[in-house]
């Protein structure tokens, strides 16, 4: 089945942890992204990668990292510098960035990050 | 800076009761506009697309339009498996396929 996947589901982080969230995708989409999620609240971009070995910061990028060494993987980091990282983190991925028609992005079951 | 606000924040209907969630937008150029439905605790599941307006679409008891300003999704008859989120998002020209997305509207369906 094609389909973005998200690991873990949850995920749980000490105070001054870094961590890493994996999201994997096999539907062959050049672009990928990753939003976040508070509750009650809509979706709000925080990386996206149009190409591999490309990515750009989108509305709130600090305290996060990403990297795209494969056109399938586009993990994410969250690391000690997020102030507030506890949040609901989504996936996404596209045809292409660029172009018309089909521009719908897909996204993944998400995971749950606390901060204990 | 792109816009999108929805309205009602919740809606509560009983079981075959009408009714239209609202979709405010401000984009410098809109390439598309998105519905999504978004369940507890999953990602959002893609529902529609909207590119220019006077479109018009449907799927089951769902129907989107769309104006120069805003989109209506359109609920006919809901069932309470039609509760849910559902979750607008703006795609800007020239933005490359990166969505702005509104709040969100609750929608709870009673039986």
């Known amino acids: 089945d094609g389909g973005i996947t998200q690991s873990p589901k949850y995920l749980f982080r000490k105070e001054g942890q870094n961590v890493t969230l994996s999201c994997e995708q096999n539907?062959?989409?050049?672009?990928m992204y990753w939003y976040r999620q508070d509750p009650g609240q809509g979706l709000r971009l925080i990386y996206y990668?149009?190409?591999?070995?490309d990515f750009q910061k989108g509305d709130i990028a600090e305290g996060y990292s990403v990297s795209r060494e494969k056109k399938e993987s586009f993990p994410l980091t969250v690391t000690s510098a997020q102030k507030n990282p506890t949040a609901f983190y989504l996936c996404?991925?596209?045809?292409?960035?660029w172009g018309s028609g089909n521009t719908e992005a897909f996204f993944g079951q998400g995971t749950r990050l606390t901060v204990v | 800076e792109d816009q999108v606000t929805q309205s009602p924040e919740a809606l509560r209907l009983q079981e075959g009761e009408s009714s239209s969630l609202n979709c405010s937008y401000t984009?410098?150029?809109?390439?598309?506009l998105f519905w999504y439905r978004q369940d507890p605790g999953k990602g959002p599941e893609f529902l529609f697309t909207?590119?220019?307006a006077g479109e018009e679409k449907e799927k089951e008891r769902l129907k989107a339009t769309l104006t120069k300003k805003e989109s209506f999704l359109h609920i006919t008859a809901p069932k309470p498996e039609d509760s849910a989120t559902y979750l607008c998002?703006?795609?800007?020209?020239?933005?490359?396929?990166?969505?702005?997305f509104g709040g969100g509207t609750r929608l709870m369906v009673k039986p």
């Open positions: 996404a991925s596209s045809i292409a960035a």
């Open positions: 984009v410098s150029g809109l390439r598309g």
């Open positions: 909207l590119y220019s």
């Open positions: 998002a703006v795609q800007a020209r020239g933005a490359g396929n990166m969505l702005t």
């Open positions: 539907l062959n989409h050049d672009a």
């Open positions: 990668s149009q190409i591999v070995n």
